[in-house]
Nanobody, 127 residues
Framework: QVQLVESGGGLVQAGGSLRLSCAASGRTFSSYCMGWFRQAPGKEREFVSA????????RYAGSVKGRFTISRDNAKNTVYLQMNSLKPEDTAVYYC????????????????????WGQGTQVTVSS
């Protein structure tokens, strides 16, 4: 069982930055591919970014590529999402998720394949 707790959301002006954190419980954090997803009101949950077990492989949605950076610290059981040059269309609840994929280079971008989810953190970008 893995519990995930996101933090770092808030209100920021367009062009600003935020760093989201997702702290995981358990001693097998390094066995998981970690992903960030977001859901805006009235829209489906969408993939934002993912990172494999050792950070050697990352993936980004086209809408955030070049602006967002995912990273992880396995010693701290934490995954991060650095968000720069934020736009109003980035406004959403951001969720982190864990998919059990030990020693795999690939990452998962499909929400249904993730095993565990956090409660989400609100990010609001004002224009």
């Amino acid at each position: 069982q893995v519990q995930l707790v996101e933090s770092g959301g808030g209100l920021v002006q367009a062009g600003g930055s935020l760093r989201l954190s997702c702290a995981a419980s358990g001693r097998t954090f390094s066995s998981y591919c970690m992903g960030w997803f977001r859901q805006a009101p009235g829209k489906e949950r969408e993939f934002v970014s993912a990172i494999n077990w050792n950070g050697g492989s990352t993936r980004y949605a086209g809408s955030v590529k070049g602006r967002f950076t995912i990273s992880r610290d396995n010693a701290k059981n934490t995954v991060y999402l650095q968000m720069n040059s934020l736009k109003p269309e980035d406004t959403a609840v951001y969720y982190c998720a864990a998919d059990f994929m030990p020693l795999r280079m690939e990452v998962t971008t499909t929400p249904n394949l993730y095993d565990y989810w956090g409660q989400g953190t609100q990010v609001t970008v004002s224009s």
